[in-house]
């Protein structure tokens, strides 16, 4: 994350700056240093979900942009490729919201992928429509689900599996995501591996509109690990509580 702050400073201190709030001149998807991000806050990144329903025919892939994943594009094209061409790329990570900020002068408010896959949740027992999630361990995974159909009332999970699929099976998989009916798929598989599997496996879900990349959201719906408290996440903070809690998780990337 510092390190990442450093190469915003860098990329700053190169284009000099104006000072002038260029936020209603900028286009919806944002490109800053080598990465993209989209334009939205909660209420829009919803509606845009919405549009996906009732849009072409196929799966809409929503991935979270944070700096650790920044980190790994570098090394990953799939990933990369993946985040590139996704239909949203929600603003998680702080470090992402401050460097549109600095560097296109554009005021983004956090969208937390953990909260946006509640948000997704509400939408699909609005609509009546039926989710499917994939990852996490099996008992973490049923779990979820229960909670999740409690806190939104009409919401349907229709299938789900825990992450631990071989690859032989997968095709069996993909087969009960299709025959479940689910509009809405949640990947919780961790990053890059679920953008890895949509990559892999996007040409072959028949029936998903939605397809969001959660990573650990289920560990966080089912108290496996606590998110850090509400004013640490208002004010930008939570990055720093989940590396006090998880050292290990932040390893300094490989700069060239």
Not at 10 to 34: H, M, Q, W
Not at 59 to 72: I, L, Q, S
Not at 108 to 117: K, Q
Not at 124 to 143: D, H, T, W
Request: glycine share 8%; with cysteine; net charge positive.
């Amino acid at each position: 994350m510092l390190c990442w702050i450093s190469s915003v400073m860098s990329s700053t201190a190169d284009r000099g700056g104006s000072g002038v709030d260029l936020e209603s001149a900028r286009p919806l998807r944002l490109k800053i240093l080598d990465f993209w991000v989209d334009r939205v806050n909660m209420e829009q990144a919803v509606a845009r979900a919405e549009n996906f329903l009732h849009d072409d025919p196929r799966p809409h892939a929503v991935f979270a942009v944070n700096p650790e994943k920044v980190f790994r594009m570098r090394d990953d094209p799939v990933l990369r490729e993946t985040l590139r061409n996704a239909d949203l790329l929600i603003p998680d990570g702080v470090g992402v919201v401050w460097a549109a900020r600095v560097l296109h002068g554009v005021r983004l408010t956090r969208v937390a992928g953990a909260d946006f896959m509640e948000s997704l949740c509400a939408l699909a027992a609005r609509n009546q429509l039926g989710g499917f999630i994939y990852g996490a361990r099996e008992e973490v995974n049923a779990r979820a689900v229960r909670i999740l159909e409690e806190r939104h009332p009409g919401l349907r999970i229709v299938g789900r599996s825990h992450g631990y699929v071989a690859a032989h099976d997968m095709d069996v998989l993909v087969q009960r995501i299709n025959e479940s009916g689910a509009s809405i798929l949640w990947l919780a598989l961790g990053s890059p591996r679920q953008e890895r599997w949509f990559a892999e496996h996007r040409h072959d879900l028949k029936r998903i509109r939605i397809c969001q990349g959660v990573g650990g959201a289920l560990d966080a719906v089912t108290g496996q690990a606590r998110r850090a408290p509400h004013l640490c996440c208002k004010v930008g903070l939570e990055w720093l509580c989940r590396l006090l809690r998880e050292p290990s998780r932040y390893r300094l990337p490989r700069m060239s």
